[in-house]
């Protein structure tokens, strides 16, 4: 891209009503505009990173064979009042609307219902079993409070995967793959080291569920932690009687702040009986399918990731997930001529701030949009057969040679 054809600025301030860090740096870094309380646009740096952070979960759940789908936002109020769950008193969060000739529809905060319901079409007997199913999907939430930018959305992204199974021991060795998927996503997103499977609370069929928390100083959750972090447990359940179960004690757990970023559960027959998504075995019995749900809350991540590498310049994205992996400046005749060509072939890694502006501005802003690589090339440092490259997250400079150039971009 080329910062002279796009409308993306970097502004001085963020709106005065930002709380939020993350909020406030993905504004004024131009990756986000926020439309209200909880309510935010993704420009064209912030999608980049959206699809980036889309693509690394899409690319792990496909090797787990999981199929990708994108169901309605538009809800039909029965299979949820199957459940219970359209009434207000049981889900405090729902958006309702109207339809013109009457009648009430909800705005989707999740898909158990809908998936379930829908899968009643498709699956008949043991032979359409196991199925996964995932979305990418925008889904809606009346929080009471947003305040932490993009992190906690009244509309936000999330991944929604299903599963659908003929046995509880087929859905526990699918949730076992899920699990390492996680791992491999939130490593691939460079949060690996600070996300831990925590123990939080199950629900009517399950005693436990598990949520992927990020160690975060402004997360929303509290939870706590042991020695070699092999054992975390949601706030929720940090109970004498629950550690007991694992053999532990409350003395060894230190406690944190943290960031949900996922959460997995096994649902058994919780949405499945209700809405009757049943199956006919080998002996032609009529069974109820076993489910399971696992979610990623793909925009939070991206205010998680923003929010836990920043530093007092700006942004800091890991290369994964950067929307560039350079930010190329030129400066004099010479060093313009050699970014052109570069440019030439390879735009797609590249962010040209060919503006007409100074160069310390322009260093400011690849500083404050966080990309991960930035090349100097100077009409200066050509004359000694170089250009020069820095790198984001360790301030480390060095000098590379022109003839080597095209090795950095394999
Ligand atoms: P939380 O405990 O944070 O309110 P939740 O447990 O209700 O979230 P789910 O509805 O199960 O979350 O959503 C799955 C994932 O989507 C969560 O783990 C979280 O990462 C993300 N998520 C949930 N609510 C929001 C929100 N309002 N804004 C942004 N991301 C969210
Ligand atoms: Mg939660």
């Known amino acids: 891209m080329r910062m002279s054809k796009t409308f993306v600025k970097t502004l001085r301030n963020a709106p005065s009503d930002e709380t939020a860090a993350n909020g406030a740096l993905l504004t004024r870094a131009g990756y986000i505009h926020k439309e209200m309380a909880g309510v935010y646009d993704y420009l064209p740096l912030g999608i980049k990173v959206i699809e980036n952070i889309k693509n690394i979960i899409r690319d792990e759940l496909n090797k787990i064979d999981c199929q990708e789908v994108l169901m309605s936002t ?4 029965e299979p949820w009042e199957k459940t219970g769950r359209f009434s207000d008193q049981e889900v405090d969060i729902w958006f309702k609307t109207e339809l013109a000739a009457g009648g009430e529809l909800g705005l989707a905060p999740t898909h158990e219902e809908p998936i379930t319901n829908m899968l009643k079409t498709y699956v008949k007997s043991y032979k359409d079993l196991p199925l996964y199913v995932y979305q990418f999907q925008t889904k809606f939430k009346n929080e009471l409070r947003a305040k932490s930018g993009i992190m906690r959305g009244r509309e936000f992204l ?21 699990e390492q998927a996680y791992a491999n996503i939130f490593n691939r997103l460079g949060l690996g080291d600070v996300t831990y499977e925590t123990f939080a609370s199950g629900g009517i069929f399950s005693k436990y569920s598990h ?30 009687d629950v550690l007991a179960e694992f053999g532990a004690k409350k003395e060894e757990f230190e406690e944190t702040r943290a960031a949900e970023v996922g959460n997995i559960f096994k649902l058994k027959f919780k949405y499945s009986e209700p809405l009757e998504l049943n199956y006919v075995d080998e002996n032609n019995e009529t069974k109820t399918v076993y489910m399971g749900c696992y979610g990623i809350g793909v925009s939070r991540v991206m205010g998680v990731i923003a929010e836990r590498f920043a530093d007092e310049k700006g942004l800091v994205w890991p290369e994964s997930v950067a929307p560039y992996k350079y930010y190329m400046v030129a400066i004099g005749e010479a060093g ?8 030439a072939k390879h735009a797609d890694e590249i962010l040209f701030d060919d503006r007409a502006a100074r160069p310390g501005e322009k260093f400011a802003d ?17 004359a000694d057969g170089a250009v020069e490259i820095s790198d984001r997250a360790t301030g480390e400079t060095k000098m590379v040679k022109t003839i080597d150039l095209e090795g950095i971009f394999l």
Request: proline share 4%; net charge negative; no cysteine.
């Open 74 to 77: 538009l809800q039909n109020p």
């Open 158 to 178: 999330m991944k929604d995967l299903y599963s659908f199974h003929t046995t509880e021991e087929d859905l526990d060795k699918f949730y076992a793959k899920v």
């Open 211 to 240: 949520e992927y928390q990020t160690i975060l100083p402004v997360g929303e959750d509290t939870i706590y932690y042991n020695g070699d972090k092999s054992l975390v447990f949601n706030k929720e359940v940090f109970e004498d």
């Open 336 to 343: 313009t001529k050699l970014a052109e060509e570069i440019y």
């Open 366 to 382: 690849s500083e404050l949009m966080g990309i991960p690589h930035r090349i100097v090339i100077s009409d200066k440092t050509l």
